[in-house]
């Protein structure tokens, strides 16, 4: 199983960008997915995670701005950001929560993609 992120780049502030994320693979059922973003100096921070029943929930510091969604026939998950902010310059991990049958059951992260925020 992996996870490939996309989508970042640079933006100013105000500006929007989406990621995605996919996963493939040995993939069964997939439970929660999510977005992390660790900015330099700071530790990690979990920005969203949308579950397979389409609980939501945010950080504080996202809440209004960015949106999480999922489609599950494609096995992928979106953060939509909107009205940027140069403290929102950090590197967005991905992760799953991803069933490849019986117990196999495991968190995956992508690679990570950088988001840039320039004022």
């Known amino acids: 199983v992996q996870l490939q992120a996309s989508g970042g780049g640079a933006a100013q502030a105000g500006g929007s960008l989406r990621l995605s994320c996919a996963a493939s693979g040995s993939i069964v059922s997939i439970n929660d997915m999510g977005w992390y973003r660790r900015a330099p100096g700071k530790q990690r921070e979990r920005v969203a995670y949308i579950t397979s029943g389409g609980y939501i929930m945010y950080a504080d510091s996202v809440k209004g701005r960015f949106t999480i969604s999922r489609d599950n026939a494609k096995n992928m998950v979106y953060l939509q950001m909107n009205s940027l902010q140069p403290d929102d310059t950090a590197v967005y991990y991905c992760?799953?929560?991803?069933?490849?049958?019986?117990?196999?059951?495991?968190?995956?992260w992508g690679q990570g993609t950088q988001v840039t925020v320039s004022s």
């Open positions: 992760n799953a929560e991803i069933s490849s049958g019986g117990w196999n059951v495991r968190t995956y």
